[in-house]
């Protein structure tokens, strides 16, 4: 990103926004269809752990914040060491990601989870708006092979758009009833 560009935080905030009010009404739609258990299209999760993992994406968003700022302050090749040692860890990564999910979804279940996002978003949201202009500028390397959307160097304003895509993603991946969703 170049130094001179504009930080758009109302188009953080409000895709923020936009996903807080889309997870309530999936939510509502699983409740209605009673899809809770049921499992979810190309992944081994169901749909209320999915929609955990979902929430997930948001809330591993409060934790990439102080590292992309701690690493924002030290030599490339630290950050850069640190996303390839996380690289050669993804096969770990990737069975605690899913279990993890899996037990998460037994605490910030479908009776939790949706005031969970709220909070988070909330959180985001006034973290956002005291972010100076630098400090999104800043930035560091990610393991790309953790997720899809991870890119190589990030700054911390794309860690702040990240979630939006994850939970679009992942939006696609629910099955609520036999029909084609």
């Known amino acids: 990103m170049d130094d001179d560009s504009t930080i758009e935080r109302g188009e953080i905030t ?37 929609l955990f993992h979902m929430v997930f994406g948001y809330m591993i968003v409060q934790r990439l914040r102080v590292l992309v700022k701690v690493f924002g302050r030290v030599p490339d090749s630290v950050s850069r060491g640190f996303a390839r040692v996380l690289n050669a860890a993804t096969r770990p990564f990737d069975v605690i990601n899913y279990y993890g999910s899996c ?57 702040y758009r990240y979630p939006g895509q994850h939970f679009d993603f992942h939006k696609r991946q629910l099955i609520f009833n036999s029909a084609a969703d």
């Open 14 to 50: 409000a895709d923020l926004e936009r996903a807080r009010v889309e997870f309530h009404r999936v939510l509502a739609d699983a409740e209605r269809n009673e899809a809770w258990t049921k499992p979810t299209r190309g992944t081994r999760w169901t749909n209320e752990q999915l």
């Open 103 to 159: 037990a998460a979804a037994l605490v910030y279940n479908r009776r939790r989870m949706g005031a969970k996002m709220d909070r988070v978003i909330a959180a985001l949201q006034r973290k956002l708006a005291r972010e100076s202009d630098d400090a999104l500028r800043g930035g560091m390397h990610f393991p790309t092979c953790w997720d899809p959307f991870f890119k190589d160097y990030m700054t911390l304003e794309d860690v």
